[in-house]
Structures are given as C-alpha cells and as structure tokens.
C-alpha cells in the first residue's frame, strides 16, 4: 500500500470482493476500510460493514470505491452511494471489477448520481481468493497517478497487476485469465475422471491430476523457459508425452479448439459491455 494509507469503500462483499478484503486485511498496513453489504459480517474490528449506503459514516470520505456487485445491480449501487456521499467523493475514484460495464457507462451512472469520478476497471480471477489472482487494469485518461497506483497496489495484494492501455483488452483478459481457472480446472476434471477409467481409485487418480496441475504452474512461474520450451523438455520421441501430444496437437483438438474457446468467450465479453 502507499504511504499515505488510502480509505476504501468497498462496494459488494460476494467471492471476489470478499477476496479482495481478504487481501488487504493480510497486508502490513491495510487500508481504512467501510465495505457496504448486506449480507457481510465484520471480520474484525478494523472493518466497517453497513448494509446500506444511507448507513455509511459520517466522517468517512473513500479514496476509491472498489465496485464488486452483479453488473445487474451496479446502477442502483452507484446511485445509492452517491447520493449518500454527495460532495465526499470530491477527489474519490471508482474501480470496477465488473464484467460487462465500459468506463463509459460507469461515468454517465456515476453522473446521474451526482457525482464526476475518473474510472478504472480491473478483471481479477478466482486465484485471488488463495492470494494467487492475476488482474488486468485499465484506467481511463481523468485518473491520476496516484489513484492508478493506490488501485495497482490494492490490486497486487492478492496477485499480479497486468495494466493494459485500451479498455477494450479487458475483454481478451477476461476471456484469457478471468475465465482461465475453469479451463484448468475442467483439466483436472477430464485427467482426474480418464486416471479413474484406467482403474486409479477416485483419490490416486485426483491427487495426482491436482498436483501435476499445480507443479507444472509452479515451473512455469519459476523458471525462464517459455511454456514451449518447458513442453518440448519434457516430450521424449517415442515416448509417453509424445504419444498423448500426438492426440492433443493435432489440428482439430487442442490447437484449434482453445483459440475457438478464447474467441467465445471475448466476443461474450464484448456482448456483457456493449
């Protein structure tokens, strides 16, 4: 964290944003924290929980408010913490991590709420609830450095921050490393499910697809090697590996599938933000 420690209202307390919490509670110097929820109980005595913005304190003036609701609902909470702030989101920013809601249109809901407060949008993943998430950030032209960086920190401390400099990537990113979890996970799944149809009992059989999973994750992030390169270390000819490739490389599985797969899933996010 920066510092001078930020104040945050944290705007939806669901998975991701309980994550984020999560996050900045374990950090050495956690920011000054109101988190507007209805269903949230405090963790401990250093977070504020209201359930509604009416309740927010009067004394309390957020840096950034960290939006983390259903895209459905994001109107109506945008409108509800602005007209409760009024004139205390004077300075503030708002980070999205939404999907499906541009810079644009958080703008024009932020100013029917009587407010005009730069906008970033980040795309977190599931990881961060285990301190391992990776975002990627946008912030629109009116955000200052300085709120640029308080959102990267607030970011990294449950992961790596990728910035991208066009709003539009945050839809590869999210087809990319938003989704990407339940990629590997299905992963898991069909190795676990093809070891139990080979005869490995259910437990052997999911032991051993989740740490084949996590293991190579750990070389990829620990060594220099690209994924290519780590692939063709481990592929001796005629061997094992290189008999399972041979199925998974040809051109209508694995190389063709997952850019049609990545495809989907951007032009969805395209289609979520209008």
């Known amino acids: ?112 709420a009587g407010a005009d407060i730069p906008v970033l949008r980040a795309m977190p993943n599931t990881p961060s609830s285990v301190g391992a998430g990776i975002s990627g950030l946008f912030a629109s032209a009116a955000a200052t450095p300085e709120q640029k960086s308080i959102c990267h920190d607030l970011l990294f401390a449950v992961g790596d921050v990728v910035p991208v400099e066009n709003e539009d990537d945050l839809s590869v990113v999210t087809a990319i490393s938003g989704s990407g979890p339940a990629y590997v996970f299905l992963l898991a799944e069909l190795l676990e499910k093809a070891g139990q149809q080979h005869g490995l009992a259910p437990n052997v059989a999911r032991r051993l697809a989740r740490g084949t999973i996590y293991g190579a994750g750990r070389m990829l992030d620990d060594l220099p090697e690209s994924a290519e390169d780590l692939r063709k270390a481990v592929t001796s000819p005629n061997g094992t590996t290189a008999a399972a490739l041979a199925v998974l490389m040809k051109p209508d599985a694995w190389p063709q599938t997952v850019p049609k797969a990545i495809d989907a899933a951007t032009k969805r996010a395209d289609e979520l933000a209008g």
């Open 1 to 112: 964290m920066p510092s001078s420690v930020p104040s945050i209202l944290l705007a939806g307390c669901g998975k991701l944003g309980g994550a984020l919490l999560d996050g900045w509670l374990a950090s050495p110097t956690p920011p000054r924290l109101v988190v507007l929820d209805r269903h949230r109980t405090s963790p401990d005595d250093t977070v504020t929980i209201v359930r509604t913005a009416a309740e927010i304190p009067a004394d309390f003036q957020p840096d950034i408010i960290v939006l983390a609701v259903k895209p459905s609902v994001a109107e109506i909470v945008i409108d509800a913490f602005g007209k409760a702030l009024g004139p205390r989101l004077n300075g503030a920013a708002l980070l999205s991590v939404m999907a499906g809601r541009t810079c644009e249109a958080l703008s024009d809901s932020i100013r029917l």
